[in-house]
């Protein structure tokens, strides 16, 4: 236990700005989600910043566009940027067609209204397979909305689907100043960032050089802010940001709060698939007594699921390479399931997918984020995360409602058992995973995943 006290007062002395728990609102669905976005765009008085992977062009993606356009119609002077991936937007779905992707919308819209607005894309490496723009919040004057969601029908529940994530509004001026000083400072700025609303863009190649410069800034970088004095009515929030697999303080910081874990630790993410250090600190935490719980989706429930009854694809096989991941950890993890000092929890509701991810430490802090805690995110992509400081259990009802409602759908394992194994997959599954084994190709795949 002694190593982590330790670590606690590493995340202790993090710098933090004050924050009074009333302005920290969290939203429980997709259907708040959006209609809160819409609310707050609508009622806008100086700037809006999105950052998001990707805007789509669908009806949800349109739906926040045109708000924005409207936005700034009635107020020109209105500081609105979308800040968007470049590769991302520039492409169309995994499996469509060739086409000019969402940029072709962005163009569309930038024609048709008198006051344009900047759709800005972000190229965090030359290609998008070496890592994206995972940023998230919305910086909407005052308030920051943070979620792990981008911008189309699914995650905005526009028609009978969802996807399910975490969602925050948070009313602190200096955390929005400090998050729009870093998206206009070091991203807007870059001469690799350029706007996608233009008839002509320059090539990815052309951009090389400018790329490797906003990369190199970007695993330098950190969030300013003067840090506050946290008062006994207050709680303490501490943005963060990461890039890279070297000096990367996202990292570091995420797996020193799992390591001050002396009692509980929550986990959710998506794709069940941790990074070395993180799996080594979840055994450590189970070694000293924690009391681990983890969420993750079921096969089923993630976005890249496709049913045995459609038409096979290669992208349908990484649903069950996250369960192989999930199952062996299972096993690995037999004793501490059986004693109850393990939980793992499978999400699964209707057709919908699942989505979220964070961290909650002994009822005392509270990480959201959109990092998808896996090899991918720690590094490839550019992240970042809010930890929130709640010693005195401020929000400790709140966080409560929201751990409730994400197990709400969940089916707890009782042993490895429960979870489906290779050689009841489909066919064509059995022989993909196979394959990538014959190879060796398994460990190198798990790093991109």
Same mark, same amino acid.
């Given at each position: 236990?002694?190593?982590?006290?330790?670590?606690?007062?590493?995340?202790?002395?993090?710098?933090?700005?004050?924050?009074?728990?009333?302005?920290?609102?969290?939203?429980?669905?997709?259907?708040?989600?959006?209609?809160?976005?819409?609310?707050?765009?609508?009622?806008?008085?100086?700037?809006?910043?999105?950052?998001?992977?990707?805007?789509?062009?669908?009806?949800?993606?349109?739906?926040?566009?045109?708000?924005?356009?409207?936005?700034?119609?009635?107020?020109?002077?209105?500081?609105?940027?979308?800040?968007?991936?470049? /590769?991302?937007?520039?492409?169309?779905?995994?499996?469509?067609?060739?086409?000019?992707?969402?940029?072709?919308?962005?163009?569309?819209?930038?024609?048709?209204?008198?006051?344009?607005?900047?759709?800005?894309?972000?190229?965090?490496?030359?290609?998008?397979?070496?890592?994206?723009?995972? !940023?998230?919040?919305?910086?909407?004057?005052?308030?920051?909305?943070?979620?792990?969601?981008?911008?189309?029908?699914?995650?905005?529940?526009? /028609?009978?689907?969802?996807?399910?994530?975490?969602?925050?509004?948070?009313?602190?001026?200096?955390?929005?100043?400090?998050?729009?000083?870093?998206?206009?400072?070091?991203?807007?700025?870059?001469?690799?960032?350029?706007?996608?609303?233009?008839?002509?863009?320059?090539?990815?190649?052309?951009?090389?050089?400018?790329?490797?410069?906003?990369?190199?800034?970007?695993?330098?970088?950190?969030?300013?802010?003067?840090?506050?004095?946290?008062?006994?009515?207050?709680?303490?929030?501490?943005?963060?940001?990461?890039?890279?697999?070297?000096?990367?303080?996202?990292?570091?910081?995420?797996?020193?709060?799992?390591?001050?874990?002396?009692?509980? !630790?929550?986990?959710?993410?998506?794709?069940?698939?941790?990074?070395?250090?993180?799996?080594?600190?979840?055994?450590?935490?189970?070694?000293?007594?924690?009391?681990?719980?983890?969420?993750?989706?079921?096969?089923?429930?993630?976005?890249?699921?496709?049913?045995?009854?459609?038409?096979?694809?290669?992208?349908?096989?990484?649903?069950?390479?996250?369960?192989?991941?999930?199952?062996?950890?299972?096993?690995?993890?037999?004793?501490?399931?059986?004693?109850?000092?393990?939980?793992?929890?499978?999400?699964?509701?209707?057709?919908?997918?699942?989505?979220?991810?964070?961290?909650?430490?002994?009822?005392?802090?509270?990480?959201?984020?959109?990092?998808?805690?896996?090899?991918?995110?720690?590094?490839?992509?550019?992240?970042?995360?809010?930890?929130?400081?709640?010693?005195?259990?401020?929000?400790?009802?709140?966080?409560?409602?929201?751990?409730?409602?994400?197990?709400?759908?969940?089916?707890?394992?009782?042993?490895?058992?429960?979870?489906?194994?290779?050689?009841?997959?489909?066919?064509?599954?059995?022989?993909?995973?196979?394959?990538?084994?014959?190879?060796?190709?398994?460990?190198?795949?798990?790093?991109?995943?």
């Amino acid at each position: 236990m002694d190593s982590a006290i330790a670590n606690r007062q590493i995340i202790e002395q993090l710098p933090c700005i004050a924050h009074k728990p009333e302005n920290l609102e969290t939203l429980f669905d997709a259907n708040s989600f959006r209609e809160r976005l819409y609310q707050e765009i609508k009622s806008a008085k100086e700037r809006i910043y999105l950052v998001a992977l990707y805007l789509q062009d669908d009806e949800a993606g349109r739906g926040v566009l045109t708000a924005l356009y409207e936005a700034k119609q009635l107020n020109p002077e209105l500081d609105i940027k979308v800040l968007v991936d470049w /590769h991302r937007a520039q492409r169309g779905l995994i499996g469509a067609s060739q086409s000019d992707g969402n940029a072709a919308l962005y163009r569309e819209y930038a024609e048709k209204y008198t006051h344009k607005i900047d759709v800005l894309g972000v190229p965090v490496r030359n290609r998008e397979v070496f890592g994206v723009l995972h !940023l998230k919040g919305f910086v909407i004057d005052d308030k920051v909305i943070y979620s792990g969601a981008s911008l189309n029908d699914v995650y905005l529940a526009q /028609h009978d689907r969802y996807r399910y994530d975490r969602y925050h509004v948070i009313k602190n001026e200096k955390l929005a100043n400090s998050m729009a000083q870093f998206i206009i400072d070091i991203l807007v700025s870059s001469n690799a960032v350029n706007c996608l609303a233009q008839p002509e863009r320059p090539d990815t190649k052309s951009l090389k050089t400018a790329i490797r410069d906003l990369r190199s800034e970007l695993q330098q970088a950190i969030y300013h802010f003067e840090p506050d004095e946290i008062k006994d009515d207050e709680v303490g929030l501490t943005p963060l940001i990461g890039l890279g697999k070297r000096k990367n303080k996202l990292n570091q910081d995420i797996c020193t709060l799992i390591a001050s874990a002396q009692s509980e !630790l929550t986990i959710c993410t998506p794709y069940f698939n941790f990074p070395r250090m993180v799996s080594r600190e979840v055994k450590k935490a189970l070694k000293r007594g924690v009391k681990i719980t983890i969420v993750v989706g079921d096969k089923t429930a993630n976005d890249f699921y496709i049913p045995p009854s459609e038409p096979f694809k290669t992208i349908a096989g990484l649903p069950y390479l996250y369960e192989v991941n999930l199952r062996n950890f299972a096993k690995h993890n037999e004793a501490a399931i059986a004693h109850r000092q393990l939980a793992i929890h499978l999400w699964k509701h209707d057709n919908n997918s699942f989505h979220l991810k964070g961290l909650w430490v002994d009822r005392r802090y509270m990480l959201v984020t959109g990092n998808n805690l896996n090899p991918r995110a720690w590094k490839l992509d550019l992240e970042n995360a809010i930890l929130i400081h709640d010693k005195n259990q401020l929000l400790a009802e709140q966080q409560q409602q929201e751990l409730d409602c994400i197990l709400e759908h969940t089916q707890l394992i009782g042993s490895y058992k429960q979870i489906e194994k290779i050689d009841n997959y489909p066919a064509q599954v059995k022989k993909l995973i196979t394959r990538i084994r014959r190879v060796k190709a398994d460990h190198i795949l798990n790093q991109i995943l």
